[in-house]
């Protein structure tokens, strides 16, 4: 099929979008609407930006990106596609023959049933889109321990710690803590995953932030005599290279009388290290503050649903990214 007849195709699926359709681009995964269909070009309109919200899609870039798609058997890479070009696929998406696999970070043409980059919304009295999607509570520990965090942090005015009482201290400190260790092992989590999906270095970003592949490199010693004798072989005295080896130093301490100050410089510093956490205790709180969701009725139990909606809004102010645009600066472009 002609790029001519699959664009005509394309712009009668547009012109037949319910009105406040939402779709989202497949690596920023920014939100963004049709404002216009024209013959050379689409109009969109971002809902996330604060600058350079409405751009044309060019119709000569969707016939380059259709190329492309075409002669790929296995599917366009994503992140081949210029900055901030990411809506092009989105929109093309929308024609029945292509589709986005996220997973495998490719568009490709297909003669299957297709999925596309629209998101199931309806509009808010703002404008607004609204993703409409049943919450549900995460079975993670993070997720439990923020919210008890996030209560403990309005039930105490945490801005002057030194008018809080030692226990709340103590309580304060240790949910922090597990909050910490917990947000991390989810951390290295995600990033085993995004490792598989991020590709040659390129920046990929979200409506919070940005994330990049990068290498770390990490050095070893080879075997000392191996190590001896090429610096040897290069001119280097062996005697500039060899050191005191502190765990031989130790094993020697242990089969004589000296002390650890006779060969080591000792200072000290004092912190405070979390001993205990009482679970149990840390359960029955969260269960309470579910339960005391639902015996409750009336004006009474809608207050309570707000304050909790409002602990979920804090709990991902506490454990998500800023804002992405206060990171990086894009630039338009095309594929």
Same mark, same amino acid.
């Given at each position: 099929?002609?790029?001519?007849?699959?664009w005509?195709?394309?712009?009668?699926?547009?012109?037949?979008?319910?009105?406040?359709s939402?779709?989202?681009?497949?690596?920023?995964?920014?939100?963004?609407r049709?404002?216009?269909?024209?013959?050379q070009?689409?109009?969109?309109?971002?809902?996330?930006?604060?600058?350079?919200?409405?751009?044309?899609?060019?119709?000569?870039?969707?016939?380059?990106?259709?190329?492309?798609?075409?002669?790929?058997?296995? &599917?366009?890479?994503?992140?081949?596609?210029?900055?901030?070009?990411?809506?092009?696929?989105?929109?093309?998406?929308?024609?029945?023959?292509?589709?986005?696999?996220?997973?495998? &970070?490719?568009?490709?043409?297909?003669? &299957?049933?297709?999925?596309?980059?629209?998101?199931?919304?309806?509009?808010?009295?703002d +404008?607004?889109?609204?993703?409409?999607?049943?919450?549900?509570?995460?079975?993670?520990?993070?997720?439990?321990?923020?919210?008890?965090?996030?209560?403990?942090?309005?039930?105490?005015?945490?801005?002057?710690?030194?008018?809080?009482?030692?226990?709340?201290?103590?309580d304060?400190?240790?949910?922090?803590?597990?909050?910490?260790?917990?947000?991390?092992?989810?951390?290295?989590?995600?990033?085993?995953?995004?490792?598989?999906?991020?590709?040659?270095?390129?920046?990929?970003?979200?409506?919070?932030?940005?994330?990049?592949?990068?290498?770390?490199?990490?050095?070893?010693?080879?075997?000392?005599?191996?190590?001896?004798?090429?610096?040897?072989?290069? +001119?280097?005295?062996?005697?500039?290279?060899?050191?005191?080896?502190?765990s !031989?130093?130790?094993?020697?301490?242990?089969?004589?009388?000296?002390?650890?100050?006779?060969v080591?410089?000792?200072?000290?510093?004092?912190?405070?290290?979390?001993?205990?956490?009482?679970?149990?205790?840390?359960?029955?709180?969260?269960?309470?503050?579910?339960?005391?969701?639902?015996?409750?009725e009336?004006?009474?139990?809608?207050?309570?649903?707000?304050?909790?909606?409002?602990?979920?809004?804090?709990?991902?102010?506490?454990?998500?990214? !800023?804002?992405?645009?206060q990171?990086?600066?894009?630039?338009? &472009?095309?594929?």
């Amino acid at each position: 099929m002609s790029f001519g007849i699959s664009w005509d195709n394309l712009l009668e699926r547009l012109d037949e979008l319910p009105e406040g359709s939402t779709l989202i681009t497949p690596l920023s995964h920014d939100r963004f609407r049709i404002r216009d269909v024209q013959q050379q070009r689409v109009i969109i309109e971002f809902l996330d930006k604060d600058i350079d919200d409405t751009r044309p899609l060019q119709r000569d870039q969707f016939e380059t990106l259709y190329r492309r798609v075409s002669d790929e058997p296995n &599917g366009f890479e994503l992140d081949r596609l210029p900055p901030d070009a990411d809506a092009y696929p989105a929109v093309l998406s929308l024609h029945p023959r292509f589709e986005i696999d996220e997973d495998a &970070g490719v568009i490709l043409e297909t003669d &299957g049933p297709t999925t596309n980059q629209i998101l199931d919304t309806r509009d808010h009295e703002d +404008g607004s889109a609204h993703m409409d999607e049943q919450r549900t509570e995460p079975d993670l520990d993070v997720y439990a321990d923020a919210l008890l965090l996030v209560d403990a942090l309005e039930r105490h005015e945490v801005t002057n710690l030194e008018q809080i009482e030692t226990d709340v201290l103590v309580d304060l400190y240790t949910l922090l803590s597990d909050v910490q260790r917990n947000a991390n092992d989810l951390r290295q989590d995600v990033s085993e995953v995004l490792l598989i999906r991020l590709h040659h270095d390129q920046p990929v970003s979200g409506p919070f932030g940005s994330v990049q592949r990068t290498t770390r490199r990490n050095r070893s010693l080879k075997p000392d005599d191996e190590v001896l004798e090429t610096l040897e072989d290069a +001119g280097i005295d062996r005697e500039r290279v060899l050191g005191v080896d502190r765990s !031989k130093v130790d094993d020697a301490l242990e089969v004589t009388a000296l002390s650890d100050t006779d060969v080591y410089e000792i200072t000290e510093s004092e912190y405070v290290r979390k001993a205990d956490v009482d679970e149990e205790r840390k359960e029955t709180r969260l269960q309470g503050l579910k339960d005391q969701l639902a015996t409750t009725e009336g004006d009474e139990a809608e207050q309570l649903r707000e304050e909790i909606e409002n602990l979920e809004d804090r709990i991902a102010d506490l454990t998500e990214f !800023k804002s992405g645009s206060q990171f990086h600066t894009r630039t338009q &472009g095309g594929p």
